[in-house]
Each structure stands twice: as structure tokens, then as C-alpha cells.
T-cell receptor
Framework: TQLLEQSPQFLSIQEGENLTVYCNSS?????LQWYRQEPGEGPVLLVT?????EVKKLKRLTFQFGDARKDSSLHITAAQPGDTGLYLC?????????????FGKGTLLTVNP | NAGVTQTPKFQVLKTGQSMTLQCAQD?????MYWYRQDPGMGLRLIYY???????DKGEVPNGYNVSRLNKREFSLRLESAAPSQTSVYFC????????????FGPGTRLTVL
């Protein structure tokens, strides 16, 4: 059973379009992170959201953490070819002293020029 | 700073052979992790080390062993490789505090024939 479900799995759009990627779970997370991974490289952190209802903006990227801390979304405005990559959400369930992340399967985004 | 380094970058093994994947970080992080990434499966935690001298199993530990050699280095060993272990392996490190960032290495692409 996948703890974090990401949708869509694949997304191919034209430059300038807007898009939203979703990360959903039936479990509550103490925090949720979004990473981006480019081909042949490891994931790189984009943002961490901690508070239910929190919205964070990173240039053209807007991240939201659901009120119940079970889901999150990533919205990209006016996508550019440089946004192409695999977007991964990862949740931390909290508790104990060992902090581990559970990753979703990812959304592979292709932005065509 | 080099961040997280992994060796080798590519490896081809025959079934039954053994090998050790090396990982080192120069950020003075307490925690280190080994993940595998397979198509359509996202990142799955194999083993982690919350601090020097401790290691714990993750989601998919069978067929692997780890050693936290010192604070900088965390190695992953395949004693008898199987085709099911064909994957991309990522090492990561973090401060080990809640909501902290995990920094990933560039990955090792392993093929078991």
C-alpha cells in the first residue's frame, strides 16, 4: 500500500501553461516536502510545509499543505522547459527520534518549448 | 564542499556476486540513508543510520547490509546480488531533525545480470 499517492503520474504540457500536481494520503503527516529530480541526478529539496493550510511560494511555484495535513499540491504558473523533471512529495510522520521520509512515486513533468 | 558523494556511478554484476556501494558526506550530518529507485515505484528506504554507531532497517532491507563506518561514511553491501536488485541507489544525509532537508548523492546505477 502506497502511503502517498501522487497524481498525475505523467504530465506533458506546452511552455506557458499552468499545471497542478497532487499528493494525497489517508495518513496525517507532521511535515511534507517537495523535491525535484532531474535525469541522472539525485532529488533536490524545493520546499517544506509544516502547518495545516500553509501556502508557500517559490517564484512561479506555489505549494499548499492541506488543513488536515493529509495532502498537498504543487501549482506551477507559466511553466518553462527548465521546469521539466520528476516531482516527488515526501512526508514525515513524526514521533520518535529517527526522522524518516516516505516518498510518493512522483509526477514526471515535461514542458515542451 | 562536495556534499554527498557516491561510488561507483555505474556497476554491472552477475547473479551471486557481491559488492559494496560507498557513500560519504562532508556536511557533518548526523543521519544517513540508503534508498533504491525503480521505475514507477518512487524512492524506497533500504536502511538508515540516525547517528554514528546506529543502523536500522527501512522499508526494503532484505538482501542488503550496511555499515556506518564513521560520521562521514555509510556503505551498502550486497552479499549475493540478484536481478531483483537492479536499480538506482541513492545515498542521502541530513541533520536528523524534524523537517530538515535530505541531501542526495548522484546515485549508483546497478545492473544485475
Amino acid at each position: 500500500t502506497q502511503l502517498l499517492e501522487q497524481s498525475p503520474q505523467f504530465l506533458s504540457i506546452q511552455e506557458g501553461e499552468n499545471l497542478t500536481v497532487y499528493c494525497n494520503s489517508s495518513s496525517v503527516f507532521s511535515s511534507l516536502q517537495w523535491y525535484r529530480q532531474e535525469p541522472g541526478e539525485g532529488p533536490v529539496l524545493l520546499v517544506t510545509v509544516v502547518t495545516g493550510g500553509e501556502v508557500k511560494k517559490l517564484k512561479r511555484l506555489t505549494f499548499q499543505f492541506g488543513d488536515a495535513r493529509k495532502d498537498s499540491s504543487l501549482h506551477i504558473t507559466a511553466a518553462q522547459p527548465g521546469d521539466t523533471g520528476l516531482y516527488l512529495c515526501a512526508g514525515e510522520r513524526g514521533g520518535g527520534s529517527n526522522y524518516k521520509l516516505t516518498f510518493g512515486k512522483g509526477t514526471l513533468l515535461t514542458v515542451n518549448p | 564542499n562536495a556534499g554527498v558523494t557516491q561510488t561507483p556511478k555505474f556497476q554491472v554484476l552477475k547473479t551471486g556476486q557481491s559488492m559494496t556501494l560507498q557513500c560519504a558526506q562532508d556536511m557533518n550530518h548526523n543521519s544517513m540513508y540508503w534508498y533504491r529507485q525503480d521505475p514507477g515505484m518512487g524512492l524506497r528506504l533500504i536502511y538508515y543510520s540516525a547517528s554514528e554507531g546506529t543502523t536500522d532497517k527501512g522499508e526494503v532491507p532484505n538482501g542488503y547490509n550496511v555499515s556506518r563506518l564513521n560520521k562521514r561514511e555509510f556503505s551498502l553491501r550486497l552479499e549475493s546480488a540478484a536481478p531483483s536488485q537492479t536499480s538506482v541507489y541513492f545515498c542521502a544525509s541530513s541533520d536528523g531533525t524534524e523537517t530538515d532537508t535530505q541531501y542526495f548523492g548522484p546515485g549508483t546505477r546497478l545492473t544485475v545480470l
